[in-house]
């Protein structure tokens, strides 16, 4: 199986891109082959601290198979442990939140499949269509408040079953872009609206595109007064994968 | 549609906390409280509330600005602002100043879950920025009028800005005068995304039941309650979600208002109040 994989990137309008919070695995682009491949993009959330290396950890882990438990103690010891003012020793102690939504490749079966939490999104594409996404199907499924795995495991029930998992079959040619949320949602919504989202979303090929478009979608306004895209930092994993 | 701006160190917003401090404030709140007084009860909720909105505003590197704060007192020692420490005498504080300078910081013991989930004992600290005071009468007129200079000084410089929210905590009637005009001129000021926010708190020493976001003026026992509804903003659509998932019957007439508020219903009232709609 070969595959060729490319990232993009932007933080939110006004932001630093230091202060970019969305994770993806792998971050640059290139190329492999091999039997199999995993990939990952994650959503650190806003309202948290320390969210960001949360993130990482996080699409990392899953790219290498790292028990959760692990993740959580890694980012515990590296944040926990620093001399920090008390407003953000509270802030760290209440652990920092993230989306996940992670992809492997099986070259061997020509099979696919995702670990999936939150709203960040997978597009699976075949001659330039969407056969599917998932975990969300249309724009309305979006909310401000997605599901987050939290680095302090314990605040899940049942950690196993705050996952989603799905299963497909891939052919050569097909893509899969794997999206944050407010892209994804936008994409959605052109599709819904004007039934070009995902022509737009294949036509994307280099970074200074994707900054364009989103900044374009930011500054202008649907018929509720509400930004086309959402000012969010966003995350674009495109990956092409060939017998 | 209002109530949709971004609220980010670029384009902040700013919170105005009215805090009745007259004699009154000394009796204590009704029973489920015991022996607090309201005014050591409203000392405590605000600075719950002022640690609250640092924390809500502190990312990796710092706080971020995303608020200006003024706590005024009313009382028998006039209008000022009511901070103390570093911070006495300033009106109107970007929130990184005041996670940076509380008044003090005491520590207080908190259980807590650790990493495994057991409950351990932990000492926590908890920063005081403004303390009791309860003296003379109840100039809310003036109180009122002293948060409209503030936020048309605001709002000249920040037109776009989410709007900005009073909220004023009070036991009792105006001794200055009918303060419905004065909330009237600051509750129809705006930034071009709305209106000015002013929500009313009434604190009582009584076990009545509190009247929680009432959505017409017959719901309450006099005229006193009746003219603190009219002093009140509708609440925007996103907080009468936030009413509404407290379980509390909404309207589109609900207002921003507590009459005969427990201490329970003050720090719910303040938290849903202060809530971001759409912080970046």
């Known amino acids: 199986m070969k595959i060729r994989f490319q990232t993009f990137w932007l933080p939110k309008r006004g932001n630093s891109e230091e202060e970019y919070e969305d994770a993806a695995f792998p971050m640059e ?6 039997d199999e491949f995993l990939c990952a993009v994650a959503d650190g959330a806003t309202e948290a601290s320390f969210s960001r290396r949360w993130a990482q950890l996080l699409v990392q882990g899953f790219a290498d198979r790292t028990e959760l438990a692990e993740l959580a103690q890694k980012w515990s010891d590296e944040i926990l442990t620093m001399e920090l003012p008390w407003y953000a020793q509270e802030k760290a102690e209440s652990g920092a939140f993230a989306t996940l939504s992670g992809l492997i490749l099986n070259g061997t079966t020509g099979t ?3 670990k999936l939490l939150g709203d960040s999104c997978i597009f699976h594409i075949r001659d ?7 975990p969300m199907t249309n724009y309305e499924s979006f909310n401000s408040s997605p599901a987050l795995l939290c680095s302090r495991l314990s605040q899940h029930e049942d950690l ?4 989603s998992y799905k299963e497909g079959e891939w052919i050569s040619g097909d893509r899969f872009i794997l999206l944050t949320d407010a892209i994804a949602a936008w994409i959605f919504k052109l599709q819904e609206s004007k039934g070009d989202g995902i022509k737009t979303l294949i036509a994307i090929k280099d970074q200074v595109q994707l900054a364009e478009l989103c900044a374009d979608a930011r500054a202008t306004h649907d018929e509720e007064g509400r930004p086309n895209m959402r000012n969010d ?3 674009l994993l495109d990956v092409h994968v060939y017998a | 549609m209002a109530y949709l701006a971004e609220i980010s160190r670029a384009n902040p917003s700013c919170f105005v906390f009215l805090i009745d401090q007259s004699g009154s404030m000394q009796d204590p709140f009704g029973s489920i409280t015991g022996t607090k007084t309201k005014a050591m009860g409203v000392a405590d909720a605000i600075n719950r509330l002022l640690q609250n909105l640092v924390i809500k505003c502190t990312k990796s590197e710092g706080i971020r600005d995303y608020y200006h704060v003024a706590v005024v007192g009313y009382g028998g020692k006039g209008v000022k602002p009511a901070f103390g420490g570093a911070l006495e005498g300033k009106t109107l504080i970007p929130v990184s100043d005041i996670g940076n300078h509380p008044f003090r910081l005491e520590e207080r013991r908190k259980k807590t ?15 005081v920025w403004f303390d009791p005071t309860s003296y003379g009468g109840t100039p809310m007129n003036s109180a009122l009028q002293h948060a409209t200079s503030i936020v048309v000084k605001w709002l000249a410089e920040h037109p776009h800005c989410f709007p900005p929210i009073v909220i004023n905590i009070s036991d009792g009637e105006s001794t200055d005068g009918d303060p419905f005009q004065s909330a009237y001129d600051l509750m129809t000021l705006s930034s071009t995304d709305g209106d000015v926010l002013l929500f009313n708190v009434h604190i009582s020493s009584s076990n009545h039941q509190p009247c929680e976001y009432p959505d017409n003026e017959s719901m309450l026992p006099d005229q006193f309650g009746k003219l603190l509804f009219s002093m009140s903003s509708p609440l925007p659509d996103y907080m009468r979600k936030m009413v509404g998932n407290e379980g509390i019957d909404i309207s589109y007439n ?3 208002f ?7 219903s003050v720090i719910r009232f303040l938290d849903i109040g202060t809530r971001p709609s759409n912080m970046r």
């Open chain 2, 258 to 264: 507590v009459f005969n508020a427990d201490l329970v």
């Open chain 2, 113 to 127: 879950e650790d990493s495994t989930g057991a409950i351990v004992e932990q000492t926590i600290k908890f920063p």
């Open chain 1, 112 to 114: 696919y499949s995702s």
């Open chain 1, 160 to 163: 196993e079953s705050i996952f």
């Open chain 1, 233 to 235: 930092d966003v995350t």
């Open chain 1, 29 to 34: 682009s290139g190329e492999s082959e091999s």
């Open chain 1, 128 to 134: 330039d269509k969407l056969v599917e996404s998932f």
């Open chain 2, 254 to 256: 609900t207002r921003g």
